[in-house]
Structure formats: C-alpha cells, structure tokens
C-alpha cells in the first residue's frame, strides 16, 4: 500500500516535469492545468502559503554540516503569517521542508529512492552554502508540526525539529 503511493507521487512528479518541457500548448495539455494548479495555495495539514506582507515575524534558523537546524525547536500563534528565514552555515546544500512527521518521513524515501528528484512547494526552501533562504507560511491549523532537510542522508542523520502551532 505504502509502496504504490510512492510509486504513483514519482508518476505525478515525472509527469509535471515533462508537461514544464514541453508547455508550448497550455491550454490542450490536461498536464500542464495541473501546473497551473499548483500556483494556487493549497491548504496543508499544517498550514498554507502565506502573503510577504502579512508576515508580522521573522524567525531566523541556522542550519549546519553537523545536521542541525539551531534553535530545533519554534513556537507560533494559530493564525499567525512568519517568515522563516534558513541561513546555511555549512559546506553543503542545505534545506527546510515543512510538514507533518508522516509527510517528511514519505518525502524522505522519495528522495533516498530518487535523489536528483527537483522539489519546490511554498512550504520548502532550499539553500546553498553560505546564502540565506527564506519562506512565508501561515500556520493556520494549531498542533504539532515538523520540519527537515529531506537531502538524501541528512534526514536519517536527525535533521529535524519541532513546531508548536498553539491557539
Ligand atoms: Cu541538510
């Protein structure tokens, strides 16, 4: 059960690459209204994108070669639009990936099984060595989340932390 799923989110993920080379005929391709698609804002299990402008805090993240985002841990209010800006103060690619631990634990094996596999939704950024990234997210459903860099090893080395969404 879990396997299928895998396999058809690569089918998904495949198929949208293909249909960005060849987007000459947007209107005629079923593939590229899923590309279009995908510019909406899509509401999340932990939240949805949030606008620039609606973002009242910036939360700044280191994230190293040791595999560790500093501070590992970060508290918002239900509602609240932040700005998660990722410094990468390593040697090597960096990222943050938002999402439940179920969402992060099935991305990972995606990117264990593919690992030159492009991802970019609103809730991820990635990051070279060196540079600051940033992301906008509304937190607009209160609980427990996660966030990690989901390059292939990192995860499994316990590149991960902790969000708390409280009313
Ligand atoms: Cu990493």
Redesign the pocket.
């Known amino acids: 059960m879990k396997t299928l799923h895998l396999i058809c989110t690569a089918a998904l993920l495949a198929g949208s690459a293909t249909a960005l080379a060849h987007g000459s005929q947007p209107h005629e391709n079923p593939a590229n209204m899923a590309a279009d698609a995908m510019t909406v804002k899509e509401q999340k299990p932990w939240g949805i994108a949030g606008d620039a402008e609606a973002a009242r805090r910036t939360i700044t993240l280191d994230?190293s070669d040791d595999?560790r985002f500093t501070p590992a841990h970060i508290s918002v209010r239900l509602g609240e639009t932040v700005r998660l800006r990722v410094a990468n103060k390593g040697q090597?690619?960096?990222?943050i990936v938002l999402g439940t631990p179920a969402s992060l634990d099935e991305h990972a094996q995606l990117m264990l099984r593919f690992p030159t596999m492009e991802h970019a939704e609103p809730y991820m950024a990635h990051v070279s060595p060196g540079k600051v990234g940033e992301l906008v997210w509304n937190f607009n459903r209160d609980g427990s989340f996660d966030f990690a860099?989901l390059?292939p090893g990192?995860y499994q080395a316990g590149?991960r932390g902790t969000i708390t969404v409280t009313p």
């Open positions: 994230m595999m090597t690619m960096h990222e860099c390059i990192h590149m």
